[in-house]
């Protein structure tokens, strides 16, 4: 199971290693060295998650529908060859956006769309495939092992991009966009090879869920529900925060590129010890203390970024990213761990499809709440730094919303709350 749990890892690896340049670096470069509107910036970096509620069709559907006897590699490949796409192509759009409008906003669709369409294609397919081939008892080790794998991905990457943009130019932008795309292809089909067995016959004759069905599974449960609302909101504070705080901290410290693309590594590291401290916790601690736990780490974070400004103080703001970085992980594993244990036996596709529509969805409320906040911010003060600091603050109430509905949360609850829709009930929600 080990070989089986570092494949699972490098796919992991591939899809998220994709997300660093344009989440970390192209962000920054459009903001500050473009000038380009906060606003423009968070509509094209939400766009990817528009499409989230095909994750749970995806994941639905790939229960049922092998390809060539593959439930799960066929939907992982083609999504990560679009996420790759994507990188390649956004350094391209972003300049466009600056010298021909409206043919960068067209390149630009495309670029963000098909790393979105290939993030909610290849995400739920590896996440549904390593919980089966995890089992309940491996789940935790397949867990920490996927997400230490791509933490470190991450801080490499983000170090690998740091050099190749160093001096900065377009070219050298480009470059490494490239090369990101390439290792990201090399690794995911390393991973990928001989992962899953081919299924036995023919595909099996289930029906597939449509999306009434997968609601009505949902909404029998306050505790999904619950849970469901709970990860947008603890998503939004946490990840809402990435198109801005290299932009942040360019203009409240005076950061290079190649600095503020460190800031990734920087939190990355955090996250990796994190995780590492995670796995001892929950072996003395029950998941949801955990949880929480990383949560209020995170919301101090917060609370040191807002204040490293008033210095400005880049110690203070460096201490806020890795207690950032720390709370991230912590919670990260926690609510992997209770995510999975929010799911019942033949149906793990539809529930970490439905789980996966929360991650989503959270990252376009926090993204697009970040641009709008700063710009309107901004426009009124007359002070970005200001405006920052706003978004920052609403990203901390959110975190502290979040913290509250936790505490009602019970697994226990959900299993016996929970229980699959019936052939007859099936039949008459197709109507």
């Known amino acids: 199971m080990l070989l089986k749990r570092l494949q699972l890892g490098l796919i992991h690896v591939a899809v998220a290693m994709t997300l660093v340049p344009i989440n970390s670096t192209l962000n920054r470069v459009m903001i500050k060295e473009l000038a380009l509107s906060a606003t423009l910036v968070a509509v094209l970096a939400s766009l990817p998650?528009?499409?989230s509620p095909l994750q749970v069709l995806i994941g639905s559907y790939s229960d049922h529908h092998p390809v060539l006897g593959l439930r799960r590699s066929p939907y992982i490949l083609a999504g990560l060859g679009l996420c790759a796409l994507g990188v390649v192509i956004?350094?391209?759009?972003?300049?466009?956006l600056a010298s021909a409008p409206w043919l960068g906003i067209a390149l630009s669709a495309l670029a963000f769309g098909a790393w979105g369409m290939g993030y909610n294609l290849s995400s739920v397919a590896y996440l549904s495939l390593a919980s089966e081939l995890s089992g309940e008892k491996g789940r935790g080790k397949t867990i920490a092992t996927m997400w230490f794998m791509m933490i470190v991905s991450i801080i490499f990457t983000a170090?690998?991009?740091?050099?190749?943009?160093?001096p900065y130019s377009p070219q050298a932008l480009q470059n490494a966009f490239n090369a990101v795309g390439l290792t990201a292809l090399i690794l995911g089909g390393v991973g990928l090879f001989g992962l899953?067995?081919?299924?036995?016959?023919?595909?099996?004759?289930?029906?597939?869920?449509?999306?009434?069905?997968?609601?009505?599974?949902?909404?029998?449960?306050?505790?999904?529900?619950?849970?469901?609302?709970?990860?947008?909101?603890?998503?939004?504070?946490?990840?809402?925060?990435?198109?801005?705080?290299?932009?942040f901290a360019a203009e409240t410290f005076g950061l290079s590129v190649q600095q503020t693309t460190r800031i990734t590594s920087i939190w990355g590291g955090s996250v990796l010890l994190a995780i590492l401290l995670a796995g001892a916790l929950e072996?003395?601690?029950?998941?949801?203390?955990?949880?929480?736990?990383?949560?209020?780490?995170?919301?101090?974070?917060?609370?040191l970024i807002i204040f490293s400004a008033f210095g400005p103080s880049t110690?203070?703001?460096?201490?806020?990213?890795?207690?950032?970085?720390?709370?991230?992980?912590?919670?990260?594993?926690?609510?992997?761990?209770?995510?999975?244990?929010?799911?019942l036996p033949g149906y793990v596709g539809l529930f970490i499809g439905a789980w996966g529509v929360a991650n989503s969805l959270s990252r376009l409320i926090g993204t697009l709440m970040a641009g709008l906040v700063r710009d309107a911010a901004s426009l009124l003060t007359q002070n970005p730094v200001t405006a920052y600091l706003l978004v920052f603050g609403l990203e901390a109430a959110l975190l502290a919303l979040a913290i509250f509905l936790l505490r009602r949360i019970d697994a226990g609850q959900f299993q016996r709350q929970v229980q699959p829709p019936s052939a007859l009930e099936r039949a008459a929600l197709t109507e």
Not at 159 to 166: L, T, W
Request: aromatic share 10%; hydrophobic share 55%.
């Open 90 to 96: 956004s350094p391209q759009a972003a300049f466009l």
């Open 196 to 247: 899953e067995a081919r299924s036995a016959g023919a595909a099996p004759q289930a029906e597939t869920f449509s999306l009434g069905q997968i609601q009505q599974v949902i909404a029998q449960s306050p505790q999904a529900v619950l849970f469901f609302w709970y990860l947008t909101l603890l998503l939004a504070a946490i990840l809402g925060q990435d198109v801005l705080l290299e932009p």
């Open 159 to 166: 170090i690998a991009i740091s050099r190749m943009v160093e």
């Open 315 to 343: 110690a203070w703001f460096y201490s806020g990213v890795v207690l950032l970085g720390i709370g991230t992980g912590i919670s990260t594993v926690a609510n992997l761990a209770l995510m999975f244990d929010l799911t």
């Open 283 to 303: 072996r003395a601690l029950p998941r949801k203390v955990v949880a929480q736990s990383g949560n209020l780490a995170a919301l101090g974070g917060f609370l």
């Open 49 to 51: 998650y528009l499409f």
